[in-house]
């Protein structure tokens, strides 16, 4: 029996796709897309929060190490007396080799650091907002997330610093007197604080993703940059780095200075602890 063989245009109308065929595909790639893109989005951020938490242990690592060869005595906030008044515990670290130094700033933010946080704000905190206790004005305030840039006058080595200190200047009228646990050096009678006034090094704060020390002044200057803007990453005097919610911190995400006194600490946030008078 004789059958006819398909023509070319029988055989492209067999082959082609419908429009609706199409459709379902495309519908099927765009939910694929919705599925993998915060897959992937969560993956990275999880991949940032973990490089931050491995930093804040090697420079507590290093501040234990530069402890062991200073009599126990915690690595100030600063060191006026020797350095001015831009040299900071990140130049203390460098300088005297504990960790390794940042390079040159010439070519941009030091991003390949170990004082940068990888889901920190690339650019330079304004020099002229550093006396200004008001900025950041919140635990979200991008301000809070940016490198501050401190030069050895020793070396010449300038470091963009995304990492705060839990430190303080020491008061007037007692240099030994309780308070933070680092201390900045400014005045002869200065003093800095020992390790063996640590009691309890696994809740005791010792550095943490923010600006510059004297919380008390400026609770925002503790800053949530990770997890889309709801969490931060804090270094304890044992060694150890652990993720917070910002919001369970003293304060929340719009914190005061009320916040962290004494009382308010004692009472309402038992754990980390920030003063050394928490400890007993």
Known sequence: MFQMQPTSRMRARINAFTLVEILVVIGIIAVLIGILVPTVSKARESSRTAGCLSNLRQLTTAAFNYAADHNHYIV???NSKVGGSSYFWCNILVDNKYVG?????????????IFFCPSGNQDIFPP???GNTTVPSSRTDERGAMAYQRLSTLTNI?????????GEDPPATNPTAQGAPCRRLQQAADRMTTMDMIKK???????YDGL???IPQNPSRVNARHGKQTQTNIGFFDGHAETFLAKD?????????ADFTYTNLQAKYPRPLWLLEQQY
């Open 201 to 207: 090094p696994s809740e005791m704060v010792m550095l």
């Open 212 to 214: 510059l020390y004297n």
């Open 101 to 113: 130094g940042p390079g040159d700033p010439g070519g941009g933010p030091q991003v390949r650091s």
């Open 76 to 78: 100030p906030v600063g």
């Open 249 to 257: 911190l003293p304060g929340g995400m719009n914190p005061t200075s």
């Open 128 to 130: 002229n907002l550093s």
């Open 158 to 166: 300038t470091i963009d610093l995304w990492y705060g200190i839990n």
